[in-house]
Protein backbone atom coordinates (compact mmCIF):
# COMPACT_ATOMS: atom_id res chain seq x y z
CA UNK A 1 0.00 0.00 0.00
CA UNK A 2 1.89 3.04 -1.28
CA UNK A 3 0.64 6.97 -0.20
CA UNK A 4 1.04 9.34 -2.35
CA UNK A 5 1.16 12.73 -1.05
CA UNK A 6 0.37 16.44 -3.01
CA UNK A 7 3.52 18.67 -2.31
CA UNK A 8 2.79 21.85 -0.15
CA UNK A 9 3.87 24.78 -1.39
CA UNK A 10 6.70 26.98 -0.10
CA UNK A 11 5.90 30.92 1.10
CA UNK A 12 8.02 31.40 -2.09
CA UNK A 13 5.18 29.62 -4.15
CA UNK A 14 1.93 30.38 -2.38
CA UNK A 15 -0.19 32.21 -4.59
CA UNK A 16 -2.03 35.42 -2.67
CA UNK A 17 -4.54 35.48 -4.92
CA UNK A 18 -5.57 31.82 -4.70
CA UNK A 19 -5.45 31.69 -1.02
CA UNK A 20 -7.85 34.52 -0.85
CA UNK A 21 -9.98 32.87 -3.38
CA UNK A 22 -10.05 29.83 -1.39
CA UNK A 23 -10.60 31.67 1.62
CA UNK A 24 -13.42 33.79 -0.08
CA UNK A 25 -15.98 30.69 0.24
CA UNK A 26 -17.87 30.03 3.82
CA UNK A 27 -18.54 26.16 2.14
CA UNK A 28 -14.09 26.11 1.97
CA UNK A 29 -13.73 27.87 5.41
CA UNK A 30 -15.81 25.47 7.00
CA UNK A 31 -13.84 22.46 5.67
CA UNK A 32 -10.67 24.09 7.16
CA UNK A 33 -12.19 24.71 10.14
CA UNK A 34 -12.72 20.72 10.38
CA UNK A 35 -9.07 19.77 9.37
CA UNK A 36 -7.96 22.09 11.68
CA UNK A 37 -8.49 19.69 14.32
CA UNK A 38 -7.35 16.71 12.61
CA UNK A 39 -7.12 15.27 8.70
CA UNK A 40 -10.28 13.65 7.48
CA UNK A 41 -11.44 11.37 4.72
CA UNK A 42 -13.37 12.79 1.89
CA UNK A 43 -16.03 10.46 2.91
CA UNK A 44 -16.29 12.53 6.53
CA UNK A 45 -15.92 15.49 4.92
CA UNK A 46 -18.94 15.00 2.62
CA UNK A 47 -20.53 13.72 5.48
CA UNK A 48 -20.56 16.96 7.31
CA UNK A 49 -22.52 18.76 3.80
CA UNK A 50 -25.37 17.06 3.69
CA UNK A 51 -26.27 19.81 1.83
CA UNK A 52 -23.97 19.60 -0.74
CA UNK A 53 -23.45 16.25 -3.40
CA UNK A 54 -19.83 14.70 -3.11
CA UNK A 55 -19.06 16.36 -6.42
CA UNK A 56 -19.51 19.65 -5.11
CA UNK A 57 -17.49 18.98 -1.83
CA UNK A 58 -14.60 17.13 -4.32
CA UNK A 59 -14.41 21.29 -5.98
CA UNK A 60 -14.23 22.88 -2.90
CA UNK A 61 -11.49 20.69 -2.05
CA UNK A 62 -9.67 20.72 -4.98
CA UNK A 63 -9.69 24.48 -4.88
CA UNK A 64 -8.10 24.44 -1.33
CA UNK A 65 -5.77 21.80 -3.11
CA UNK A 66 -4.43 24.23 -5.15
CA UNK A 67 -3.91 27.00 -2.39
CA UNK A 68 -2.10 25.06 -1.13
CA UNK A 69 -4.14 25.09 1.80
CA UNK A 70 -5.10 21.35 2.04
CA UNK A 71 -2.62 18.51 1.45
CA UNK A 72 -4.43 14.75 0.44
CA UNK A 73 -2.71 11.98 1.02
CA UNK A 74 -4.41 8.40 -0.38
CA UNK A 75 -4.20 5.29 1.68
CA UNK A 76 -5.80 2.22 0.18
CA UNK A 77 -8.99 2.97 -1.19
CA UNK A 78 -9.33 6.32 1.22
CA UNK A 79 -8.13 9.97 0.65
CA UNK A 80 -7.25 12.26 3.71
CA UNK A 81 -7.35 15.73 3.42
CA UNK A 82 -4.58 17.69 5.36
CA UNK A 83 -4.45 21.27 6.42
CA UNK A 84 -1.55 22.86 5.70
CA UNK A 85 -1.22 26.44 7.65
CA UNK A 86 1.79 27.64 6.01
CA UNK A 87 0.21 29.76 3.50
CA UNK A 88 -2.26 31.35 5.57
CA UNK A 89 0.60 32.30 7.78
CA UNK A 90 2.00 33.58 4.96
CA UNK A 91 -0.67 36.13 4.30
CA UNK A 92 -0.97 36.69 8.24
CA UNK A 93 3.05 37.65 8.11
CA UNK A 94 2.76 39.53 4.67
CA UNK A 95 -0.92 41.15 5.19
CA UNK A 96 -2.30 41.09 8.73
CA UNK A 97 0.95 41.39 10.75
CA UNK A 98 2.26 44.49 8.90
CA UNK A 99 -0.82 46.25 9.09
CA UNK A 100 -1.41 45.11 12.39
CA UNK A 101 1.86 46.46 14.03
CA UNK A 102 1.12 49.59 12.13
CA UNK A 103 -2.58 50.25 13.61
CA UNK A 104 -0.71 49.42 17.32
CA UNK A 105 1.42 51.77 17.14
CA UNK A 106 -0.89 54.16 15.90
CA UNK A 107 -2.81 53.57 18.92
CA UNK A 108 0.64 54.13 20.90
CA UNK A 109 0.89 57.30 19.83
CA UNK A 110 -3.03 58.07 20.43
CA UNK A 111 -2.22 57.13 23.92
CA UNK A 112 0.58 58.91 24.61
CA UNK A 113 -0.76 62.04 22.92
CA UNK A 114 -3.77 61.63 24.96
CA UNK A 115 -2.28 60.50 28.43
CA UNK A 116 -1.30 63.56 30.92
CA UNK A 117 2.24 63.54 31.64
CA UNK A 118 3.02 61.72 35.26
CA UNK A 119 2.21 64.04 37.83
CA UNK A 120 -0.45 66.42 36.25
CA UNK A 121 -3.51 66.87 37.43
CA UNK A 122 -6.35 65.00 35.44
CA UNK A 123 -8.64 67.77 34.08
CA UNK A 124 -12.20 67.64 35.49
CA UNK A 125 -14.54 66.70 32.57
CA UNK A 126 -17.70 68.90 32.33
CA UNK A 127 -21.31 67.96 32.13
CA UNK A 128 -22.16 67.95 28.72
CA UNK A 129 -25.94 67.77 29.68
CA UNK A 130 -27.60 71.75 29.25
CA UNK A 131 -27.91 73.12 32.71
Known amino acids: ?9 T ?29 RTT ?15 MQHLR ?3 SAGLVIAQRKGRERWNHLDPLPIKHIHDRWIG ?9 LADLRTALDPPA ?8 DPRPA
Open 98 to 106: EYASAAVGL
Open 43 to 57: GDLCERFPELDRCTV
Open 63 to 65: VLE
Open 119 to 126: GAPLAEAS
Open 11 to 39: ADQVDEDEVFKALASGTRRRLLDLLKDQP
Open 1 to 9: MSARRSRPA
